[in-house]
């Protein structure tokens, strides 16, 4: 089956392993419960989480870089994570964080792909990606592994 949503991860620092190890986490919820784009227009949402950390920085909390690649046929942003932000959150903290800033950078590429006139069947894509965080939130911290 194919990946509709994939998630990359660019660390600043070795610190940051703790959210490239839960953020493989969350890519396998999305690819169990998410059963395609719901736009005929793409063929995959490309996430990519740039995690400041004692090397590099990324810039401001939030998303950016969103680019839709129409003749590639995908979508794609970067959600920037300052260190500030995720370094004091604690395993279960961490996967709430993630799976919001999830589901607001799917919206944002819905609303992104609605604005140049495709159609998203966005309910089923919401309801897709929401039981996808659903499960990656409750599951425990064996699962992904301690915190450095």
Do not use: N
């Not at 604005?115 to 425990?140: C, H, I, N, P, S």
């Amino acid at each position: 089956m194919p990946d509709f949503i994939t998630i990359g991860c660019q660390g600043g620092g070795p610190e940051t392993a703790p959210v490239g190890r839960s953020k493989v986490h969350l890519y396998h919820a999305l690819s169990k419960y998410v059963t395609s784009t719901h736009c005929e227009a793409i063929d995959e949402y490309g996430l990519v989480l740039r995690v400041d950390g004692s090397i590099q920085t990324f810039g401001p909390e939030g998303i950016s870089r969103l680019r839709f690649a129409k003749k590639q046929r995908y979508i794609t942003l970067d959600i920037q994570i300052p260190q500030l932000v995720w370094q004091p959150l604690e395993d279960a903290e961490l996967r709430r964080y993630l799976g919001t800033q999830v589901d607001s950078a799917i919206s944002a590429c819905v609303a992104r792909l609605k604005k140049d006139g495709f159609d998203v069947d966005e309910a089923r894509l919401m309801q897709e990606v929401d039981a996808a965080v659903r499960d990656y939130t409750q599951q425990t911290e064996g699962e992904s592994g301690p915190r450095d």
